[in-house]
Structure formats: structure tokens, C-alpha cells
């Protein structure tokens, strides 16, 4: 702490007891500096600025537990200090400077000085009169120093004198400070005294006024009093000045800076060393004797107890040590206590702060200048230790990191002192200092996770696995230094450690890389390359980080790292490609082909589905895991991937069919169903699944990074086109199940379809109660696949089951005869699957449905199922149809009048005319006449055909007939029916 002490060559022993260094060490540094404080307890000064004031009882029992002291000791050293000669008290005044003081001459400012002296009241009473004055003759005449005077500051109202003096005394308790000040009244003559008349016209009642003093008599302009027991050991204030009279109370204030201290020590006290470095000793015994009584495990914030801060203050007064010295003083011990005990950083930059406050200030002696360049040097240095081990010294934790922070300021604070600057005057680049230190230190770390990785035999295996352990702790640090300690690195220092740290990481991971693969050349196998595959995920993770890069000048020498891997690379995909096959084979082997069931909701496709996508996940992991930069080769191993799942998937396809075969053996027809439903709902899962592959593969971002280089069309053959032959084969498996569960439902439904329509069942029974067995039948059928299909397989079935029912429907009609109840009964079922398959729009569309061969079913069993009578209306109504479509006049045309009588139920026809008839006779003419009836004849059996005359020879005729049809009992069908008018030759 300052102190220069050369030390023997026996400090150095090995074999010195430690008792012994210690009890040699209390007697050297230890009882010297007790011995200096009971010495300043005995000859106290003032009060201290302290909280509370402590007796000397109270100081002697700390400063005794403070270093440690015996009670034998204490006595022993207390009796040699009482014996010692006592110090010279004196009051040490620094008379500032005032301001707002009287103006005492004509020309309204003063010659202003002060005179200093310390009275005892006993001799104050003594002199009698309103005040102990001292008289101008004792000042020029003093032999002992009684009275002391400033400087004349000459025609000024805000005097400064920044004068220093030392007034000596024997006794405080009785004591009195005085300071006098006064106009210096100099003698001139009396063309001077015109002179300033006339420059100052107002100054003429000053004139008489002094004319009336005693010549050369000064003016008294204020003073100040103060016991000396009421002072502190310092004070610095601003003084009213006191006026002797009433005439003018505000006379201004004068600045005053007192010490006491001690003018002369007993000389046997410091044993040749100087007060400073005593303030030293005692300062870093008391911060540690402080600290060692600390309960937590805080840093120390830089606070002492009362007592021990009373102490230093009486010792730095009585020794005079000045602030600068106190502050050095501090500063030396603190950065010292830094490297052992815990301090706050926050106690340097005080110290750094009040060290710059004083430095243009105050002088420092050499040695001292010296002492301060050396500290602050040697702090600087020792930060830079510190920060080239932050990663141990400072973990990242919300207490540690701000502590980082707080020393990388405090460099930053000392490299910008002017002090500083001064003593070192070499060049000192911090920012490149710290960078050396992480440069460094991270060199260190490295090798230090390389030794405790190292691996203990020359294996192979183990070298990898030993170099896979220091990439992850590489990992782990580049991490940390993005996430953490660079943002202490940048607000403290304006430095990105982070770039700093991973080019070093970079270039040492490099070299260790290459010089660990470089025994495992020609030696490559399965388990070789399963150990370097988290060597290389790491690094894939390591080089990603250099996005965060924030200066990309240097290339890094692991941007091509993938390149040693290349030999792994096939036997990481067969890894891959095998530990999946064995996943889907376990997976099939123990399914049972049952749907699951997840809460509520029903999953139709079994446990083996559900393997498979979580199987398949690892190939695109893979593949986003690698990331393979050659664009070339990232195709061919997108290539190797796409063909390993369409592998993966034909063969669990081939295992499905395998394993239902096996579980429906011995099972039940609804069970063997039930089975083969779930093997399509299998199949369809799969078929999704490969469905997203190209997504999960990320094949549009592999089609832009290969443009370059591959083709559409060779990009289109290659990947998209063996997915989709995969995909082919694979619907082909699931039509091919689902027309096994279609076979069995059409049996079925020809089954009852043949019952329906037998002869012997025609007359017992209704054709809807004929139809209900069927109806039955394929409503739970199909409720069945639906609640065990997917969606897709359901609509899949639903298809060909409905052309398969129309065709079975058509052969049963053309190998029956048309019975005209067996026709309807057909016609009626076909009505009923319609809207069975329709299923209201749920199911199969109409455009589905409506099939050719259904068109052409639906309309022969539709004319099949009529009477003679509806076929006849439906002849008429067929001719009503072409009549209206029809727009020629090949044979003609009649024009007739027809209108309803609704109240007399007769139909009114008005025969007019005929033109352009052809002629049917040999004369080229015709004989034309109407005839009127109404059809069909059934319907109207009492309605008598009606004709109009005979028009011979004539091909436009004009007929003007009328005629009434009586329709009663039929009004409510004449819409409907037909009114035939026939036109005749005869």
C-alpha cells in the first residue's frame, strides 16, 4: 500500500513458520501505526464531520480490535506514548478571499488586509475596552509570531488573497480565533487629495471625514471570531464579517479554509517513514479489518465504521496530508484490495473522479507521481488479466456480468485522467489492449477445454468424441458471447467481442479439425461417421453464427468445413435410411390395426400410421440439419433422401397387406372389415404424407439454388416424377383394397336385389316393403365404412359401388322378363340408391350419379313399368312435344279457334280455313276435310269424333265450322290431355 520495504532473503524460506512471519509483521508495520494512532487520539483537534463524535475510549477499543491488539500490548504501547513529547498544536488558516467589504476610501473601494491571531479569554478580560484589537505596531514588531497579516489588496471591494498561515496555542478549551480587516489608509499629500477631489466630487464629506482621523490611522472594515473547541478538524466556510459598531451591520463575508494540525511530532514515532505512508497502513488495515467483519458476501461499496473514519480524518489533519494525498492514498489501497478481496468497482471511480478533481489543483510530490503512474498502470494491467479470464472470473449471471461492466468502465475512466496521460506517456491503446487480453485469453480457454477433453488412448472413436465435447463447449462460448457478454463488451467499451471471439474460435477449431481428421484418413466406417455426425451439427450451428458477424473482411476458415465430412456423408444417409426401416418394422409388427382413439375425437388410421410420419421427420430434420452448400451435390443428396422415403413407403405398404393377412385369419368377417379398413385409412396417411414431402424437403428453395445448375426438365424427371410414381403405386394399393371391401358389398347387394324381384315374392308384398331389405342393408354397410373410412377412401367406395349396383340392376333387368311389377320394383330401387348415394348432397354428386348406363337403365325400366293407358298418354304427350319443336309446312297448315267453357264444361273449336295442302288424287288435287276428337280414348269415352264438309278438288279450302265438345265429368284433365284435329282427303 505504498510502502517500500526490501525484503530479506528469509521472507522467501519456505520453511519460515507462519506464526512467526506474523508476529514479525504486527511488530515491523503493525504496532508503528497503532502506536501513530494512539498518539493522534491522545492530541486530538476539533470535531470530525462524522455522524456521531467518539470518545477516546471508544477510538482505542476499535483501533485495538482493528489490528488485533492485546490488552498487554495496548498498555504496553499506550504507556510509550503517553511518555512521548507532545506535538505543537496549531491552527493552520487559509484566508481565501471576501467579498462585499466596505468601501473606505473617497473613491468608494478599499485597500483591504487581514491580521490573524489566536487570543485566550483570560487575557481578552484583561485588556479591557470594547474589543481585543491588536494594535498595527505588535503586527510589525511581533518576535513571536502572535499576530499575523495579510497581504493589501489594493482599491478592490472582492479582495483575494489564497493566503496560507500556521497560528500556534497551547490550549483549545479557552481559545479564540480572531481575524481583523482593515483599510490600509496610506499617507499622500495634498495635491493628491485635490486631485481625487476632482476625479470624484461625492467624495468630499469622506475628505473632511478624514481629515478629522489621526494621521495614518487605518479603517476597520469587519472581523470574524471562533472558539477553537467549537471548530471541526476542518472547516472551509464563507464568515459574516462582524461590525464593532451599528452604523453599518452588513460589512460582507470573507472565505476562511481551517485545519488543525500538529506543527511538530514526537520524532521517535515514525521510525523514518513519512505521515502518507503511515495514512496508508492505517487505511488498508482498517478496510480490512472492516470487510473481514462483513456478514454477506456483498463487494465492499468503500464505507468504514464511524470510528475509523473519525480516525483517518484526525490523523490526515494532524499530519497535514492534504485531499489530494487522501484521495491517493485511497485510491492505491482500494485498487489493491481489488486483486484480493471483494470490492465494488464503483469505490475506483470515485476515487478516480476525486483524483482528477485535484490533479491541476495540486502538486503531487515525485515519489508520489510516481506511486499514482505505477497504480494506475498496474491496475490497467491487471484488468487486462482479469478480462482475458472474464469467461471464469466473471460467469454469465445477472450478479457477475454488471461487475464486467463496471471494471471495463474503470479502464476506460483511468485511460482518460490526465493524470494518466501525463505519467505514461507511451502510447496505450485501450481498445486494442482489450482485444489482445480476449485474443489471448480465448487461446487460453480453448486450450484449457482442450486438455480436460483430451482423450486418453489413440482410438478413434474416443479422439472423436473428445473433439465432439470441445466443439460443444465452443458452441456454448460463441453463445454466450453473442447473447451476453457482448453487450457488456459494446456499452463499456464500444468493442464487439463477439467478432473477436469467433474469428479466434474459428481459426483454433480449424486447426484442431483438420489435425483430428487427419488421422482418421482411408479408415472411414459406419461407426466412425455415426460419432463425427454431432461434430458436424455443431459446426453447421457454430458457422451459421457468423451472420452476426459485424465486420466479413477475413474469410473464415471453417466456411468450407463440409468438405471433410464428404466421406460420412453416404454412410449418415444409410444410417438414417436403416434406423427408419427398423422403426416402420417395429412399428407394423406390433399394430393391431385398430383406429385410435385421442379424447373425443375418433383417428381412423392405426398406431403404424402415426410411426410413419414421426419416422419420416427425421429424413427432413436431416436434410435441414446438413445443409449442404454445394448446389450440385445438395440435389443428388435430395435425390438419395426422396428415393429413401418412396423405399420406406412401398415397403410399409408390402408390410400392411402382410400383417392384415396375418391378423385376419382367425378373425371374424366384421373384424376382417373392420381391418381392411384401417390398412386404406393407412395407406390414404401415408399417401398425405408424401403428399407434404416436397414441402418439409424444402424443394423450391433447392430448385433456386441448383438453376444454375440443373435443368427443369432433368429437375422435374428426377425428383417430382419418383415422388409421383411412389404416389401412383401407392393409390393403386388403396383402390385395389377398396375394391376387395366393394366386391363383398356388391355380392351383397345382387344378393338381395335377386330376392327382391323373385317371382314367387311378386304378389306377397308391396314394392317399397320388397325394396327395405336392400335399403337396410347398405344404410349400415355404409354408416359402417363411413365411421371407419376417411373421407377419401369413403367417396373412393362409394363410386364404383354405385356403378357396380346400376350394373347389377340393368343385368337382373335384361335377364328377367318384363313383369311389370318386377320392372317397377327395379325402377323403385334404383330411385332409392339414388338418393342413398346422393345422401342429400353429402355424398356422391348427381354428375356422378348420372351415368350413362343409369340414363339408359332408368329410361327402360321407366317405360317398362307403365300400363297401356299411361304409354298412350305418353305417345300423345311425345307427339305434343314434336309438334311444338316442329317448325316446317310439309303437309300443310289449319287454322283453328279454340276456347274453354269452364261454366258449361264444353270445349269450343272453330275450324277456319286450310292452306298449301298436297295433293293426294290422280288430277293432281285433294278432297279435304277435319276431323275433331279427343285423346286418349279412354279418358273421353263418350266424346264422339266430329268432321267438317268435304271440300272437293280444292289445296287451300275454306272450312268457317264450329263445333262443341262436351267434356263434362273431365274438365279438371283437359290441361293436360290432348284436343286431336286429324285433316283428311276424301
Not at 498595527?136 to 471591494?157: D, E, W, Y
Not at 343385368?811 to 334404383?830: P, T
Request: glycine share 4%.
Amino acid at each position: 500500500m505504498g510502502m517500500t520495504r526490501k525484503l530479506n532473503r528469509k521472507d522467501f524460506k519456505d520453511s519460515e513458520n507462519p506464526e512467526e512471519s506474523e508476529k514479525r509483521h504486527k511488530e515491523k508495520e503493525l504496532k508503528p501505526l497503532y502506536k501513530e494512532l494512539l498518539y493522534t487520539i491522545t492530541h486530538i483537534l476539533g470535531k470530525t464531520h462524522t455522524k456521531e463524535q467518539y470518545s477516546a475510549k471508544q477510538l482505542q477499543d476499535y483501533i485495538k480490535e482493528a489490528f488485533s491488539m492485546t490488552e498487554d500490548e495496548h498498555k504496553t504501547l499506550s504507556e510509550k506514548v503517553q511518555s512521548m513529547l507532545a506535538p505543537i498544536y496549531s491552527l493552520m488558516v487559509t484566508v481565501k478571499q471576501a467579498k462585499g467589504i466596505l468601501g473606505k476610501d473617497i473613491s468608494g473601494f478599499s485597500d483591504p488586509y487581514c491580521l490573524l491571531s489566536i487570543l485566550c479569554e483570560d487575557k481578552e478580560s484583561r485588556a479591557g475596552g470594547s474589543s481585543n484589537k491588536p494594535q498595527k505596531a505588535v503586527v510589525r514588531g511581533s518576535a513571536k509570531g502572535l499576530v499575523l497579516q495579510t497581504t493589501i489588496k489594493k482599491q478592490t471591494l472582492n479582495p483575494i488573497w489564497d493566503e496560507t498561515f500556521k497560528l500556534e496555542f497551547e490550549d483549545i478549551s479557552n481559545a479564540n480565533f480572531h481575524i481583523e480587516m482593515w483599510d490600509k489608509d496610506e499617507e499622500v499629500s495634498l495635491v493628491q487629495k485635490f486631485d481625487e477631489f476632482r476625479t470624484n466630487i461625492h467624495g468630499l464629506r469622506r475628505m473632511i471625514k478624514d481629515a478629522k482621523k489621526l494621521k495614518g490611522q487605518d479603517d476597520f472594515l469587519g472581523n470574524v471570531v471562533l472558539k477553537l473547541k467549537d471548530l471541526h478538524c476542518t472547516e472551509d466556510t464563507w464568515y459574516n464579517l462582524e461590525p464593532r459598531t451599528e452604523t453599518y451591520p452588513d460589512r460582507g463575508q470573507c472565505h476562511l479554509q481551517l485545519k488543525y494540525i500538529h506543527k511538530e511530532r514526537d520524532e521517535t514515532l515514525s521510525a523514518g517513514r513519512s505521515p502518507y505512508v503511515n495514512y496508508c497502513g492505517i487505511l488498508q488495515q482498517f478496510v480490512q479489518a472492516h470487510i473481514s467483519k462483513q456478514q454477506d458476501s456483498n463487494p465492499w461499496k468503500g464505507e468504514l465504521c464511524g470510528e475509523g473514519t473519525a480516525l483517518l480524518e484526525h490523523y490526515a489533519n494532524q499530519n497535514n496530508i492534504s485531499p489530494f494525498l487522501q484521495d491517493l492514498a485511497k485510491w492505491v489501497a482500494y485498487s489493491k484490495l481489488y486483486q484480493s478481496l471483494e470490492v465494488d468497482s464503483t469505490v475506483l471511480f470515485q476515487q478516480l473522479t476525486s483524483i482528477e478533481y485535484h490533479w491541476d489543483q495540486q502538486e503531487l510530490p515525485y515519489l508520489q507521481k510516481q506511486e499514482l503512474g505505477d497504480s494506475l498502470h498496474g491496475f490497467l494491467q491487471y484488468g487486462l488479466c482479469l478480462v482475458s479470464k472474464y469467461r471464469d472470473i466473471y460467469p454469465p449471471t445477472p450478479k457477475t456480468t454488471p461487475r464486467l461492466q463496471t471494471l471495463l468502465r474503470v479502464l476506460v475512466q483511468i485511460c482518460k485522467t490526465r493524470a494518466f496521460q501525463k505519467l505514461n506517456p507511451a502510447q496505450f491503446d485501450l481498445h486494442v489492449e482489450v482485444i489482445d487480453a480476449v485474443v489471448n485469453g480465448t487461446e487460453e480457454w480453448f486450450n484449457i477445454k482442450k486438455g480436460l477433453h483430451q482423450p486418453m488412448t489413440k482410438d478413434p472413436l474416443e479422439s472423436i468424441g473428445a473433439l465432439s465435447q470441445l466443439i460443444g463447449e465452443v458452441q456454448e462460448d460463441i453463445r454466450l458471447s453473442k447473447d451476453v457478454w457482448n453487450k457488456v463488451f459494446v456499452s463499456a467499451v464500444q468493442l464487439d467481442v463477439f467478432t473477436v471471439v469467433y474469428r479466434k474460435l474459428d481459426s483454433l477449431l480449424a486447426d484442431e479439425l483438420q489435425a483430428t481428421l487427419s488421422q482418421l484418413e482411408n479408415q472411414m466406417d459406419q461407426p466412425l461417421a455415426n460419432g463425427l455426425f454431432p461434430v458436424y451439427l455443431n459446426l453447421q450451428a457454430i458457422h451459421k453464427d457468423k451472420a452476426f458477424l459485424q465486420k466479413r473482411g477475413k474469410l473464415l476458415q471453417l466456411t468450407s468445413f463440409h468438405e471433410d465430412f464428404r466421406d460420412a456423408l453416404p454412410y449418415w444417409l444409410n444410417k438414417a435410411f436403416s434406423t427408419t426401416m427398423e422403426r416402420v418394422e417395429k412399428a407394423v409388427h406390433v399394430d393391431q390395426l385398430q383406429p385410435l382413439q385421442t379424447g373425443g375425437v375418433p383417428i381412423k388410421h392405426s398406431s403404424s400410421a402415426v410411426d410413419i410420419a414421426a419416422c419420416l421427420h427425421p429424413v427432413a430434420q436431416l436434410w435441414e440439419h446438413l445443409s449442404w452448400p454445394d448446389p450440385e451435390e445438395a440435389f443428388m443428396l435430395m435425390v438419395k433422401l426422396t428415393e429413401d422415403v418412396c423405399k420406406i413407403a412401398s415397403t410399409y405398404c408390402q408390410m400392411l397387406k402382410t400383417r392384415v393377412k396375418e391378423l385376419s385369419v382367425n378373425s371374424d368377417r366384421e373384424s376382417a372389415i373392420k381391418m381392411l379398413c384401417v390398412v386404406v385409412n393407412d395407406l390414404e396417411h401415408l399417401h398425405t404424407v408424401l403428399t407434404r414431402l416436397p414441402q418439409q424437403l424444402h424443394w423450391a428453395g433447392l430448385r433456386e439454388r441448383t438453376r444454375h445448375v440443373i435443368g427443369d426438365i432433368q429437375f422435374q424427371n428426377t425428383l417430382p416424377s419418383q415422388l409421383q410414381h411412389t404416389q401412383s403405386a401407392l393409390n393403386r394399393e388403396i383402390r385395389s383394397a377398396v375394391e376387395t371391401l366393394g366386391k363383398k358389398l356388391n355380392k351383397d347387394i345382387e344378393t338381395h336385389v335377386r330376392n327382391m324381384a323373385s317371382r314367387q315374392r311378386l304378389p306377397s308384398r308391396s314394392t317399397e316393403d320388397a325394396v327395405v331389405p336392400l335399403m337396410k342393408y347398405l344404410e349400415k354397410e355404409l354408416q359402417y365404412m363411413n365411421e371407419n373410412l376417411v373421407q377419401e377412401n369413403f367417396n373412393s367406395l362409394l363410386t364404383p359401388l354405385w356403378m357396380n349396383s346400376v350394373k347389377i340392376l340393368h343385368q337382373m333387368f335384361l335377364q328377367e322378363d318384363s313383369n311389370l311389377v318386377y320392372v317397377q320394383r327395379l325402377l323403385y330401387a334404383l330411385q332409392c340408391l339414388e338418393q342413398c348415394f346422393h345422401a342429400e348432397g353429402n355424398g356422391l354428386s348427381l354428375e356422378t350419379l348420372h351415368t350413362e348406363e343409369y340414363k339408359t337403365l332408368r329410361a327402360n325400366l321407366t317405360q317398362n313399368s307403365l300400363s297401356c293407358n299411361q304409354l298412350i298418354e305418353k305417345f300423345f304427350e311425345r307427339k305434343v312435344w314434336e309438334q311444338k319443336v316442329f317448325n316446317g309446312e310439309k303437309y300443310g297448315a289449319v287454322t283453328l279457334i279454340t276456347s274453354y267453357k269452364r261454366s258449361e264444361n264444353k270445349l269450343h273449336v272453330e275450324v277456319l280455313n286450310a292452306i298449301n295442302l298436297i295433293p293426294l288424287d290422280s288430277n293432281g288435287s285433294s278432297d279435304p276435310f277435319v276431323q275433331l276428337s279427343l285423346e286418349p280414348k279412354h279418358l273421353f269415352p263418350q266424346v264422339e269424333p266430329r268432321s267438317t264438309k268435304i271440300k272437293n278438288c280444292d289445296l287451300n279450302p275454306l272450312f268457317e265450322e264450329s263445333f262443341e265438345l262436351y267434356v263434362h265429368h273431365f274438365s279438371s284433365l283437359l290441361e293436360s290431355k290432348v284436343t286431336q284435329n286429324s285433316l283428311f282427303s276424301h
